[in-house]
């Protein structure tokens, strides 16, 4: 089975962002481990006594809450080393949106970004199903506020379909867990930050440590949606 792991950035309230942001890894199930090993030999390394600190991008930049009392260096270096992790890993894909507000005319863009992405997910797997390798799919998302109306939303995709079509080929509705409790969803986090800094501040410097692993079958970019404000231009990774 392969397991998209997905998590937001910014605060969807936060009328100051342009941009909702959801993004996160696609992996092989058995690979779980050994990238969650990866992030615990970071945090190790950073800080000793404490191995089993939590990797939340906001709070490394910002050096708050269990990053507090550590250098910004330090805390920048593990970030972009839990980036490289994800860029030299042969296994991961990654998946993400940044839907502009003033772009689309719902009234969730949350829910926009999600159902683009679980598009994109679901015709990935499709293409492996016809290469012979044949393999479900499951997303799991850090818990929100979107819990409910994203399960329901998955579910009306299963019966009804989505503006692109059906999803064939995820085995559940997704799940929701605690960041806390894996790595894998810390990893999502640290995705969607990249994202948020490329849309939100023009900032490249993390994007593109990750941008060649988003899902591009034969060089063309599914795996990175960007919605763009009406009347607007866009030479972005997604968009050219």
């Not at 899902?215 to 009406?230: C, R, T, Y």
Request: hydrophobic share 40%; proline share 2%; glycine share 8%.
């Amino acid at each position: 089975m392969h397991l998209l792991y997905l998590d937001d950035s910014g605060a969807v309230q936060n009328r100051a962002d342009r941009h909702i942001i959801l993004a996160g890894i696609s992996v092989f199930e058995r690979q779980t481990h050994w990238l969650s090993g990866s992030l615990d030999k970071i945090a190790e390394r950073v800080w000793p006594d404490n191995p089993n600190i939590e990797f939340h991008a906001t709070e490394m930049f910002t050096g708050k809450r269990q990053w507090r009392g550590i250098e910004k260096d330090v805390r920048v270096a593990a970030y972009c080393d839990a980036l490289r992790v994800l860029s030299v890993n042969q296994h991961v894909r990654l998946f993400g949106a940044a839907i502009h507000r003033d772009g689309i005319g719902l009234d969730d863009p949350m829910e926009f970004a999600f159902e683009a992405i679980a598009n994109r997910f679901d015709r990935m797997l499709g293409r492996m199903h016809k290469a012979g390798d044949t393999q479900r799919g499951l997303i799991i998302l850090d818990k929100s506020s979107y819990e409910t109306s994203l399960q329901a939303l998955a579910l009306k995709f299963r019966t009804d379909g989505h503006r692109w079509g059906m999803l064939r080929n995820l085995s559940e509705t997704p799940l929701f867990v605690d960041s806390a409790a894996t790595r894998m969803i810390q990893y999502a986090d640290i995705v969607a930050y990249a994202l948020r800094r490329y849309y939100e501040r023009g900032d490249s410097t993390y994007f593109d440590i990750i941008k060649r692993k988003f899902d591009a079958p034969g060089g063309v970019v599914h795996g990175l949606i960007h919605q763009i404000a009406l009347n607007d231009r866009c030479n972005c990774h997604a968009c050219t």
